[in-house]
């Protein structure tokens, strides 16, 4: 009888330690998932922000590599469109030099980004390395010439859109 009543009470106990082993499992499992939500959610926002950085980085430097003296207004305008800070003050202040220049030799630029590539990038700031080619004509060289861009754009994040802030021609 001792022995009926002793099976009778470690059943009740082999119950409660596998329903302990599994909330254990449960929880453990719920925590994994939930890190690796995260991780996957940050993977995403992030390779959607490198997405948008190259987009606007690459619109940036064509915008500038091609440009026309028929319609210089708006080729400088859509430059200025992507363009913050430093690099839209000095922009701006040599329009007025440049149209001048552009009318007076008849240049047209046609501006190909061939590659780009993030150097380094946050939620806020971007450095891009573009190369770019354009065929040049003008007065001088109605047939056109070839031109290489190796250029390092920064981009910072205003008002939703990444806008370039400096340009420098590199290599």
Same mark, same amino acid.
């Given at each position: ?30 925590? =994994? ?30 915008? %500038? ?21 430093? %690099? ?14 552009? =009318? ?27 190369? =770019? ?35 420098? %021609?590199?290599?």
């Amino acid at each position: 009888m001792i022995r009926v009543l002793l099976t009778r009470a470690v059943r009740p106990l082999r119950h409660r330690r596998a329903v302990a082993v599994l909330a254990v499992v449960a929880a453990v499992s719920a925590a =994994a998932s939930g890190w690796l939500g995260v991780q996957v959610y940050e993977r995403h926002t992030t390779e959607r922000r490198h997405q948008d950085i190259l987009v606007a980085a690459r619109q940036s430097a064509l915008n %500038f590599t091609s440009l026309d003296y028929r319609h210089y207004d708006r080729d400088s305008e859509n430059v200025l469109k992507g363009a913050t800070g430093d %690099f839209e003050k000095q922009f701006s202040a040599q329009t007025e030099k440049l149209t001048k220049i552009v =009318a007076g030799n008849k240049s047209v630029s046609e501006g190909q980004i061939l590659d780009a590539g993030i150097a380094d990038a946050d939620e806020r700031t971007a450095r891009v390395l573009v190369v =770019a080619d354009s065929k040049v004509t003008n007065v001088a060289a109605p047939q056109g010439t070839s031109r290489n861009y190796r250029l390092q754009l920064d981009l910072v994040f205003e008002d939703g859109r990444w806008l370039t802030s400096n340009v420098e %021609f590199v290599g």
